[in-house]
């Protein structure tokens, strides 16, 4: 009896012909496994449509419950198999959490043109542990789709039961083989290219490359970079660099292997964003950095309407090939949107992104997005935090009073734990205020733990606790919290330049200067470490370094609102006293333009010129006013002077501090 006619498929390369089983490439037969063979039947019988991912899986195993991961490891073997490159969906394109489609132009056979795939000569028959037999047409089924037959040996009958031992030895064999790589896709340890031996603990999240006019895209590069380090940073077995650690790779040259070393990470995901119109194409990969492979790469064409799938997808197949072992909870938060809405999500990503710059400007303009966010989507509770972040950073850097941006601060904290009290970063942002404004140290510390809990990837929180700790005179334990601040961020100025701060008021001033020369190394225009550079040099009566240091902060922090250049006057110093009452000169300067710090530095100069009555003076007004610097009044070296003092006991009790400082007549 002739062959039945059967439908035979041409694209690329490629010839498929389905009733047979068989696969050629350029005439050769290519080896495929039975579920791979039947996924591409199903996709190119239903080019370019989109075939849903429960559709592929009832289709493949019709009677038999399996995981999403297997139906991913089979379009994974289809890839590797066509041959499709790195990123690339030259014949398979992945809908992110919803299915995939043929995209690659086929041509349907017939005739002659057909029937050299009936049984191509000259060549051996593949392993029966592949697609290799030829089977009646498949038949259709009642959703239209077709439906993969049983596989039927055309071997003479005298050799059927040798044929069909070796073929039921063989599938036993590679189902065996089947089951390991599906439990290690569920365990995840595959990916598109390559596997990692070993689970990764360490990734760095690069800002996306734009592919369009980079001052359009760069908010959206770093946003979407944030966003993502932001839900992966709820992985607890990987420590994710922050993204004031990448912000420096934000660029079109970034080479994520480099960027990687320099991070002291095992993985990097790199990619490029483009933006046009209401559409958004975002193409990542993972990049192991020890040899530069690919452990798994993705392509989403969606709208901006559909960022929040397109950051979930790409975080769950991010944790996935890291070969992380995820607890329920973990999942949960790995799908958890803080917002819905696209526009609040976009006025996010802007009000970040200016946040970063560390500008009185970025900070006002991020302030303005943050607000514009929160009144699109009243319930997005990270935006809150943003609005407090922006409060208290603007106090901080002496360019708000402290009681209008803790009020405000709290607020918008307060309502963002009302809306979501699992969120790390607004109980982290409530212990500062507690710390810095309410003095609630108990408050304050146990809103750091519960951040750090939540969240033992966050570096804010661990750096702001070792500031806590620090300031309750707890220095080994600040110092752990410091330790581990850098171990999550290795290159952070900002951690760097705290830890000098806990060093000085552990009373370890060598080590304090030595931590702000390395952060002057890494960034010399890094204002903020003078100011404990020169604190470390003056405990050391190391006056001409203080007057230097003095200067640079002056030059970096203060912007060009004092007059420098005095510096030279330095030599005309002799002693202690001379030094402190150029000090006190300079300081009154500070005080002309309303800066908060400088009231509290006027009580350290005072304390050291040995006039404690205007000592007390003026840290009676920075009590009054909730100074930053007021926490630290148990441990600060320059007030050591006045601890002998009742009135100084009296302000430490006022405060419910106690004084781990030396006490000096």
């Known amino acids: 009896m002739g062959m039945p006619r059967a439908r035979v498929y041409e694209f690329g390369p490629f010839r498929l012909a389905p009733a047979q089983g068989t696969l050629l490439r350029q005439g050769t037969p290519v080896s495929v496994a039975p579920k791979a063979f039947e996924a591409l039947v199903l996709l190119v019988e239903q080019r370019d449509r989109l075939v849903g991912k429960e559709v592929l899986m009832k289709t493949l195993w019709p009677d038999t419950f399996v995981e999403e991961a297997n139906l991913n490891h089979y379009i994974w073997t289809l890839r590797r198999t066509l041959g499709e490159v790195k990123g690339g969906e030259r014949y398979i394109q992945t809908v992110a959490r919803r299915g995939f489609r043929f995209v690659a132009p086929v041509k349907e056979l017939a005739g002659e043109d057909a029937e050299i795939l009936h049984e191509p000569k000259g060549v051996n028959r593949p392993s029966s542990g592949e697609c290799i037999a030829e089977a009646a047409p498949a038949p259709t089924r009642a959703d239209g789709m077709r439906s993969m037959p049983p596989l039927v040996s055309r071997e003479p009958a005298t050799a059927t039961k040798s044929y069909l031992l070796i073929a039921v030895a063989m599938a036993l064999a590679l189902g065996v083989v089947l089951s390991i790589r ?15 031996i070993r689970p990764l603990k360490s990734i760095a999240v690069l800002p996306l490359k734009s592919i369009g006019p980079a001052a359009d895209n760069e908010y959206l590069q770093l946003g979407i970079a944030d966003s993502l380090i932001t839900k992966l940073a709820n992985v607890k077995e990987v420590a994710v660099r922050p993204t004031s650690a990448v912000r420096k790779y934000l660029g079109p040259r970034q080479d994520p292997v480099a960027a990687g070393r320099e991070q002291h990470v095992e993985a990097v995901l790199d990619g490029n964003v483009q933006r046009s119109g209401e559409r958004i194409r975002v193409t990542v990969q993972l990049v192991r950095v020890r040899d530069g492979a690919s452990l798994w790469s993705g392509t989403f064409d969606e709208l901006f309407t559909d960022i929040f799938a397109v950051e979930d997808s790409i975080s769950q197949q991010v944790a996935r090939r890291l070969s992380v072992e995820l607890s329920s909870e973990e999942r949960k938060r790995l799908e958890r949107h803080s917002s819905t809405n696209a526009e609040a999500h976009d006025a996010y990503f802007k009000g970040r992104y200016s946040w970063n710059k560390r500008t009185s400007e970025g900070f006002n303009k991020a302030l303005e997005y943050f607000n514009e966010a929160v009144a699109v989507d009243p319930n997005y509770a990270l935006a809150y935090v943003g609005v407090a972040d922006s409060y208290t950073m603007l106090a901080d850097y002496d360019w708000l009073p402290p009681s209008e941006a803790a009020t405000k601060a709290k607020a918008a904290v307060t309502r963002a734990l009302e809306i979501d009290d699992g969120l790390a970063e607004a109980h982290a942002s409530l212990a500062d205020i507690r710390r810095f404004y309410d003095w609630d140290w108990a408050g304050a510390e146990r809103e750091y733990k519960r951040a750090i ?17 620090s300031a309750m005179g707890r220095h080994e334990q600040a110092a752990r919290e410091m330790e581990r601040a850098q171990e999550l961020d290795p290159l952070s100025v900002v951690v760097k330049s705290a830890n000098g701060w806990v060093l000085l008021f552990a009373r370890d001033y060598d080590k304090a200067i030595a931590q702000c020369e390395q952060v002057i190394e890494m960034d010399p225009s890094f204002g903020e470490v003078y100011s404990q550079l020169r604190r470390a040099y003056e405990q050391k009566g190391m006056y001409m370094e203080a007057l230097a240091a003095d200067e640079k902060f002056r030059v970096f922090k203060r912007k060009g609102l004092h007059p420098t250049g005095w510096q030279p006057e330095a030599r005309r110093f002799s002693g202690a006293k001379a030094y402190w009452r150029k000090m006190r000169a300079l300081t009154g300067n500070d005080l002309t333009n309303n800066l908060e710090a400088a009231r509290f530095r006027m009580a350290e100069i005072y304390a050291q010129l040995g006039q404690k009555d205007q000592a007390f003076e003026w840290l009676e007004r920075s009590y009054q006013e909730h100074s930053f610097w007021m926490p630290f009044l148990g441990v600060h070296p320059h007030l050591d002077p006045l601890r002998s003092d009742p009135r100084f006991s009296a302000l430490m009790r006022r405060m419910n501090l106690v004084s781990t400082g030396r006490t000096v007549p």
Do not use: C, I, M
């Not at 599906?182 to 990692?196: I, M």
């Not at 809990?453 to 700790?469: D, F, G, K």
């Open 182 to 196: 599906s439990w290690r896709a569920n365990k995840g340890e595959t990916g598109d290219f390559a596997a990692p």
């Open 453 to 469: 809990e939540l969240n033992p990837n966050y570096v804010t929180a661990h750096q702001w606790y070792a500031e806590y700790l």
